[in-house]
């Protein structure tokens, strides 16, 4: 009965919020956030924190993790709330018990970033990779986008005779010119950048370190390549701050859209059509 109600409480408290305002309870506090690389190295969150923090007087502590790494922080309870991009790992952790709730906030897409323009759909731009021999970057972290990037290999297998291991490195080509770094987005373009390599990267922060790349961003129109970043609620005892700050990401659907490099959107707000 009691978890009933906590959850009742969850739900219902983002309606009574608009009433209630921001209590002195809640200003001057700090919620710790495990975010992914890649929306700390995307320069949104240096955007958005800022004005959450003016708004409701929470401090944001963030750790930039992988999205798995993200999760295992949240289960050893060295974290209050979290920002990952792995959805069928996000429901799994709920289902399991270690998330209250999930709210898909903002979404971009993933790209390829690499020397030259690859040719074809997104698969045989893969196998192109092997074939001719050319060079990958794989975060190598368990992060969402590497989990992301085993998703397109496994494709790229059904549909073509290169050889595929599945190792502590995750699954891929067997294949010198595939180069696991287990580190995060940010390092993995630095990397592809200075070894004339491809990598995966969410378009984010592709755009955001364009200007000081010389590589090109390649987009495919590819359902799987959807991108939805996600805010999960945990059970402890931040769960008011935790959620404004959900609701803050949610609401603010301005300074998600009007973010811009170069006068290009890295995000859009809300969840995409086909996000799972």
């Known amino acids: 009965m009691k978890r009933v109600l906590f959850l009742l409480f969850v739900f219902v408290l983002p309606c009574l919020q608009g009433c209630l305002g921001t209590s002195e309870e809640v200003s001057g506090q700090t919620i710790r956030l495990a975010t992914t690389t890649s929306m700390r190295d995307s320069g949104l969150l ?13 401090e944001v502590d963030v750790i930039a993790v992988g999205s798995g790494a993200a999760m295992n922080l949240a289960k050893t309870n060295d974290v209050d709330v979290l920002i990952t991009h792995s959805p069928e790992n996000e429901i799994q952790f709920i289902e399991e018990g270690y998330a209250i709730n999930r709210t898909i906030f903002a979404w971009n897409r993933f790209v390829m970033i690499g020397p030259d323009p690859l040719s074809g759909n997104l698969t045989e731009a893969m196998s192109s990779l092997v074939r001719e021999n050319k060079c990958f970057i794989s975060r190598g972290d368990s992060s969402g986008t590497h989990i992301k990037e085993q998703d397109v290999w496994r494709n790229v297998a059904e549909s073509s005779n290169l050889s595929f291991i599945n190792n502590e490195l995750g699954y891929h080509p067997d294949w010198e010119g595939y180069k696991s770094i287990g580190q995060g987005m940010g390092a993995a373009i630095t990397i592809a950048n200075e070894l004339e390599c491809w990598t995966l990267s969410d378009k984010g922060t592709a755009l955001f370190r364009s ?22 609620l945990l059970d402890n005892n931040k769960l008011l701050e935790t959620t404004l700050f959900r609701d803050f990401l949610f609401n603010n659907t301005d300074l998600i859209d ?3 490099v170069s006068n290009q959107t890295l995000f859009e707000s809300g969840s995409p059509l086909y996000s799972e």
Do not use: C, K, R, W
Not at 46 to 58: C, D, R, Y
């Open 46 to 58: 240096a955007e958005l924190l800022p004005v959450f923090t003016a708004e409701t007087g929470i």
């Open 211 to 232: 200007d000081n790349i010389e590589l090109t961003i390649q987009e495919f129109e590819s359902p799987e390549l959807v991108n939805p970043y996600s805010v999960l």
């Open 258 to 260: 009007n973010y811009t």
